[in-house]
């Protein structure tokens, strides 16, 4: 009996490794009902049989155990894969989106030209700015266009930050 639920438990193994390996090639049914469920039923199945029987348990109650495992890991994997699939993903970020960033010189801005780095989408990104005024190492910049996906038109921020509190049409 014990080789039985051993190999039911290996069943289920296979199909989670290969649902995982083979990504949806195998679906049939409700989404709620997917193989790497179907995997974890049958692997919970066998492992709890397995457990039980080996434990000296009446037959009755082995498969009692192994049914009531084999539902708790099938309901678990299915809220888990259902979660998954219905993720939310933010959007890729497009380069009109860069602008208004603001940033840090680490190669001083000097002729027109030099590199920011500037978080974007929660990774730090290394620009090439081009800027009409000089600015230092370490100097702070607000990115007013995009010239390429890897070159900025920046404005030193404490100017940038001047040309937009000015009230319109004075001086």
């Not at 700015?129 to 404005?155: K, N």
Request: with cysteine; glycine share 14%.
């Amino acid at each position: 009996m014990h080789s039985v639920f051993m190999g039911i438990a290996v069943l289920g193994f296979g199909l989670i490794i290969g649902g995982l390996l083979l990504d949806d090639i195998f679906e049939f049914g409700p989404d709620w009902l997917s193989v790497p469920v179907v995997g974890s039923a049958l692997a919970a199945f066998g492992i709890f049989g397995w457990v039980t029987g080996s434990a000296g348990t009446a037959a009755g109650i082995v498969v009692a155990v192994s049914l009531a495992g084999a539902v708790g890991f099938a309901a678990l994997a299915a809220v888990i894969t259902l979660r998954l699939r219905d993720g939310h993903t933010d959007a890729t970020p497009r380069a009109e989106d860069l602008i208004g960033i603001e940033g840090r010189v680490v190669t001083p801005i000097d002729g027109g030209l030099g590199e920011i780095l500037a978080v974007v989408a929660g990774s730090q990104r290394k620009l090439t700015a081009h800027c009409e005024q000089s600015v230092d190492f370490g100097g702070r910049v607000v990115i007013v266009s995009v010239l390429s996906d890897s070159s900025v038109r920046v404005v030193e921020h404490d100017r940038f930050w001047e040309q937009v509190d000015q009230p319109r049409g004075r001086s």
